[in-house]
Structures are given as structure tokens and as C-alpha cells.
């Protein structure tokens, strides 16, 4: 054991789950891939003033669990908690929105951090698949991102999840439903805290956890109810495309999300087996947040993913991928020349797509076959100076034991015919 240990609230991916982490990466962004999403990846940090202008002053993600830094030359910096704001900045720096189609279909992979209270399923360092529609307003560019979402859930297996589903209204409704809010806010108890977020951004004391301040929500009044007829003609449609495509959800009128760029669609993937932290996705539509960090008006919508929790949804519901294995064939040689002659075998089987492994500092044949049993490999390849001699290695079967010997020069076709 070392004097360290990785930091509080992150985690280090070891084999054999990592190669589940890395497939499960690969199958939330597969849908992506195949719907004219783009692959974007920007710098784990930025102007820290990017993320406290974009996702919002109020947020607890701003607020309270910012990794911030000043560099030697004293900028300012945050690691950010989040793709979306820096998504957009990109595209506003290069001026994609002016190249080529809009919307600007843009997905990424990444580790984001917050510096949370770290338990099971809330890391200060995790993993997101995250997908950006920049620069169109279409009901039917929302029904497809969340579409894509639940394809991607659904391709891994899972299925003990629900979609939660509510409108944020835009700068029409929002701000008369703002002042119904903060008006009823006025009248309850809340501490100087809770009060200082509300006059930032009052719909944010709708998304505190404490049941204290939940008791007093009971009656709060509901941007529901207090939509315009674009914002409610816009919701429907979303919600009659989401169920053409037979993807169902739940209205959540108390859906408000923990960052500040919301407008109209927003949304939740909730998993059944996770207990508290059981959001395993979320999005919605930011109407607003070009503008925000100094760009021209490019409503968009998108979505983030968390990978980690996927990973714990799927251990939840008991799913196992059939992941390829790592390691199909493992060499042992004995002596140095077998040693020599098989090592180039085994490049010449890896070169043919084939997975090889080689014992290394073999010392005795029986630990060696033992590290083969261990490899998992299906064959294991066995030479010593006398087979080669006589040109063959001895191929055994690692499941029934059976073991022949096969020529040299025969070795990568018969090995490729048993469809490694
Ligand atoms: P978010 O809801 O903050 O949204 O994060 C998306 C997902 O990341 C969550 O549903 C959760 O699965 C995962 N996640 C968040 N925090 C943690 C944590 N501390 N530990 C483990 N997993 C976590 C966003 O980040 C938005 N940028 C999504 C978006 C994209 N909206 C529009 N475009």
C-alpha cells in the first residue's frame, strides 16, 4: 500500500470494470454518432467567469462546489462542472454557427468536477457523455435528443428508469411567473441564505432538498400554470413526438434542474436502484445562454449523461455486458530460443487481430499455466526447444484441456479459424 490514496470523492477505474466504463461510454454516445452528432472536446478548465455567467451565480454548482484556481500569471480559473457552457463557447470562438448547418449537432466525453459531498454515486470527479443541438428552435430537436437519450439507456439494458419531463417557460412567461414566485417566497421562513439565492434566481429554492423548505413549497405557486400559449403549444408537441416514438415520461411540474440556463424543455433520466443520487441524466433546452456569455441568439438544447451512475444503474439491475474478451490466446514459452520464436509469433497473431499475451520471466511451467488460467484466454500456446525443433507448438484448449500440436507456419489461419 502506498502512503496515498486517491482523493476524496473520485476513484481510480481498474480492470476488468473499466472495460465495462469504456463500453458503456462508447454505447451512450453510439446514437449520437449515427444522428450527425460531431465529436467536441474542450480544456478541462476555463475562465472562471464562463461557468459562474453561463450556469448561474445562484446554483449550488457555482456557488459552493467550484474547483477554482489562479494560475502564476493570476487568471482565474474554474474545472468545469459542466460541458454545456463550454460547448457553446467553442462554437462561438470558431464561429461554427456561421460555417455550416444549424443546429450545430455537437457530443462529447469527459470528466467534470464538483466539489460535492462525496458518497455513493456522487463523485467530485465523474464522467459525462454529453450531447449539444446549438442554434435551432424546433419541438422536434428536443424529441430527438431525449429520444436519443432512451435509445442509449435502452441499448445497455436498462429499463428500471423513468424520464421526467416539465417546460421552464421563456422570457415571456418566465419572468410573470417570477414575480407570482417571488411574492409567495416573501411570506415564508427561510434563512438569509436561502433568501440571497432567491433574489437570484427564486425558482431555485424550488430544487432545495431540505424538507423544512419543501414543507413550505407545498402551496408554491407552478410555472405550469402560468405558461404562454407558445411555450404550451411547444411543450405539446414535444410530448406527442416523444410518444409517437414510444418513449414514456412523467410530468414533474417541480423539475427545475441545478443550473441557472433553462428555458422551455428540461428533463430527467431517474433510475429506480440508485437511491438518492438516482439521476442518471439530464438536460433540457437554453434558449438564452449564447447571449449570455456575449453571442447572438442560438436557442439550443442538449443533454448530459452520467457515466458512473449508468455504471451503478446497470450493476442495480443486475445487467452484465458481453464485452470481447481481453485476451484470447496466451503464449508460454520455455527456454530462451522458444522464447525468441514465440514472441514473434505473438506479434504476428496481435498484427492479425487476434488478442495474444505472453508469460513474462517464466520460471516454471506450472506458474506459467496457472497466469494462463488467469488471463482468461481461450487457447494457450506452449513451446519449449524441442517442439520447435520439430516445428509445431502444442495449442491447448484452455475449457476441455485437449492440447495437439500445430505447425509453426500454420499457427495464425488455425487460430483465426476457431474465430478469435
Ligand atoms: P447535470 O444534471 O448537472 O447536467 O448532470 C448530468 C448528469 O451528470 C447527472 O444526471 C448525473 O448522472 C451526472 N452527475 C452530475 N453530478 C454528478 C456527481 N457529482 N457524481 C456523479 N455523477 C454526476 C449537466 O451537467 C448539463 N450540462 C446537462 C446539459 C447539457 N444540459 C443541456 N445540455
Redesign the pocket.
Known sequence: MSTFTAPK?TYDLLPPSSATFLAIRERLSAPLRRSGYGYIETPVFEDIKLFSRGVGESTD?VSKEMYSLTTKGGDELGLR?????S?VRATLQANLHKLGNLPVKLWYSGS?Y?Y?RAQK????Q???I???AIGAEDPALDAEVIILADDAFRSLGLSNYQLLLNSLGDKQCRPVYRTALVDFLAGLDLDEDTRRRAEINPLRVLDDKRQSVQDQLVDAPMLRDFLCEECKAYDEQVRALLTAAGVAFVDDPKLV???D??TRTTF??VHGGLGA?S????????DGLSEMLGGPALP???????????FLAMEAEGIVLDLPATTSVYAVALGEEAKNVLFGKVTELRRAGIATDLAFGVKTIKNAMKSADRSGARFALVAGDRDLAAGVVQLKDMTTGEQIPVELEALVTTLKEKQL
Do not use: H, K, M, N
Not at 462542472?81 to 457552457?85: D, K, R, S, V
Open positions: 470523492g454548482i462542472p459542466e460541458g454545456t457552457a460547448v467534470f464538483r460535492e454515486g456522487r463523485y467530485r465523474f464522467a459525462q454529453g450531447a449539444e434542474r441545478g443550473l440556463y433553462y430527467e433520466f443520487q439521476a442518471i441524466g439530464g438536460g433540457g433546452r437554453y439550443s438544447v442538449g443533454w448530459g449523461l452520467g457515466v458512473d451512475r449508468t
